[in-house]
């Protein structure tokens, strides 16, 4: 019966793709100094990757060199025919999971502004917002997940974008983006009831919470390349809130990021932390075609995956600023 089940849930599946436009995907990772990207496609059994990369961004060199340099980057993609996502991260944004009142759809978009004051660390005016309900919480109240982007921040991005001939469908956060790809690669079996994720990017480190595999919160440490010191001390300060807010102990803590980092981090973890330290493969099983450099650079894909995922049916929400 199990196996008739599985045999039609699969002919469904096919029949439904074939009443689609298959979807074709890029998510784009711009940071400050370098930008990733891959592209996803429908295939006859599910997605799969046939386009990845990194390249440098001038590090001396004004708006025109960047725009050039990610002209360049996207030159072998059909792009005209292709759904973009970005993503946002750093100061100027914030992501939150808050417990509020139970309320309609069409009340939280209207008391947005108002709730987001106790949330973001700056002026909801100053704000672009949006919101994901993720279920309801105990005494008659919801867990919403809380996206902010400061206007100014994304109106860069956006001529950015548009510079470089880029009209994005989507622009993220970057902590969305990562919990998207997370929710698609997340290692089987039974873990602990609280994992963490910690993806090194070029702006810093995303720390993000699961329990029973649920994001429940996100911070973003140490900018820069810090010491073995200071990254662990604000990783703690962070494992100590969840810990003190949410009353669950971290069991494990997932590396990922950029160049040598994950592994040099990994030999932190125990050590500070107490806790087992896995490296985090945001590809998974995904099955790839053409992506040459991808054993390389797979680790530093969470954001530009999780992006690209958002196109099919997105497991956390769009989270979208725009």
């Known amino acids: 019966m199990d196996r008739l089940r599985r045999e039609g849930a699969a002919r469904w599946s096919q029949w439904t793709r074939g009443l689609r436009k298959p979807v074709d995907a890029v998510g784009l990772d711009i940071g400050p100094a370098s930008v990733r990207g891959v592209r996803l496609q429908d295939g006859e059994t599910g997605p799969r990757l046939t386009w990845c990369g990194r390249s440098a961004l001038p590090s001396d060199g004004g708006r025109t060199q960047r725009v050039q340099a990610i002209r360049e980057f996207l030159a072998p993609l059909p792009l005209s025919d292709l759904s973009l996502a970005t993503a946002l991260g750093g100061p100027d944004t914030a992501l939150r999971t808050v417990i509020l009142p139970k309320m309609s759809p069409e009340e939280l978009s209207s008391s947005l502004g108002l709730e987001s004051e106790k949330y973001i660390p700056f002026p909801s005016a100053e704000a672009v917002l949006d919101h994901a309900i993720l279920g309801p919480a105990p005494n008659n109240r919801m867990e919403v997940l809380l996206a902010a982007v400061r206007k100014k921040r994304i109106e860069q991005h956006l001529e950015l974008l548009e510079a470089a001939g880029l009209h994005p469908a989507a622009v993220d956060l970057e902590g969305v983006a990562l919990c998207n790809a997370w929710e698609r690669s997340k290692p089987p079996g039974q873990g602990p009831a609280v994992e963490g994720l910690a993806h090194i990017g070029e702006r810093g480190t995303h720390l993000l919470f699961f329990?029973?595999?649920?994001?429940?919160?996100?911070?973003?440490?140490?900018?820069?390349?810090?010491?073995?010191?200071q990254w662990i001390s604000e990783c703690r300060a962070s494992f100590d809130f969840y810990e003190d807010?949410?009353?669950?102990?971290?069991?494990?803590?997932?590396?990922?990021?950029?160049g040598d980092r994950p592994s040099e981090v990994s030999g932190w973890i125990q050590s500070g932390f107490g806790v087992e330290g896995i490296r985090w493969d945001p590809i998974g099983s995904l099955p790839s075609e053409g992506c040459g450099p991808l054993d390389s650079i797979r680790a530093e894909l969470g954001v530009a995956l999780g992006l690209a995922w958002r196109?099919?049916?997105?497991?956390?929400?769009?989270g979208a600023v725009r």
């Open 211 to 229: 329990q029973g595999g649920r994001f429940r919160f996100s911070r973003e440490i140490s900018a820069g390349r810090p010491s073995r010191e």
């Open 245 to 258: 807010q949410f009353g669950q102990t971290v069991g494990r803590l997932w590396i990922s990021g950029e």
């Open 311 to 318: 196109f099919f049916d997105s497991p956390v929400g769009s």
